[in-house]
Nanobody, 123 residues
Framework: QVQLVESGGGLVQAGGSLRLSCAASGRTFSTYVMGWFRQTPGKEREFVAVINWSGGTTYYVDSVKGRFTISRDNAKNTVYLQMNSLKPEDTAVYYC????????????????WGQGTQVTVSS
């Protein structure tokens, strides 16, 4: 079992930055693939970024490439999402998620989820 708790969301002006954190419980954090997803009202949850167990492999949705960076600290059981040059269209509830071993991109393929943190970008 893995429990995930996100933090770091908030209100920011367009062009600003936020760093989201996701703290995980459990002794096997380093074996988990960690993903960030986001969701707005009336829309399906969408993939944002993913990182493999070692941090050596990352993928991003095209709309955030060059602006967002996913990273992890296995000693602290924490994954991060650094978000720069934020745009109003980045406004959403952001969720971190975990699954074992293999990178996947669909929300349905993740076993564990945090409660979400709201990010609001004003124009």
């Amino acid at each position: 079992q893995v429990q995930l708790v996100e933090s770091g969301g908030g209100l920011v002006q367009a062009g600003g930055s936020l760093r989201l954190s996701c703290a995980a419980s459990g002794r096997t954090f380093s074996t988990y693939v960690m993903g960030w997803f986001r969701q707005t009202p009336g829309k399906e949850r969408e993939f944002v970024a993913v990182i493999n167990w070692s941090g050596g492999t990352t993928y991003y949705v095209d709309s955030v490439k060059g602006r967002f960076t996913i990273s992890r600290d296995n000693a602290k059981n924490t994954v991060y999402l650094q978000m720069n040059s934020l745009k109003p269209e980045d406004t959403a509830v952001y969720y971190c998620a975990a699954r074992e071993y293999v990178i996947k991109f669909m929300p349905s393929e993740y076993n564990y989820w945090g409660q979400g943190t709201q990010v609001t970008v004003s124009s």
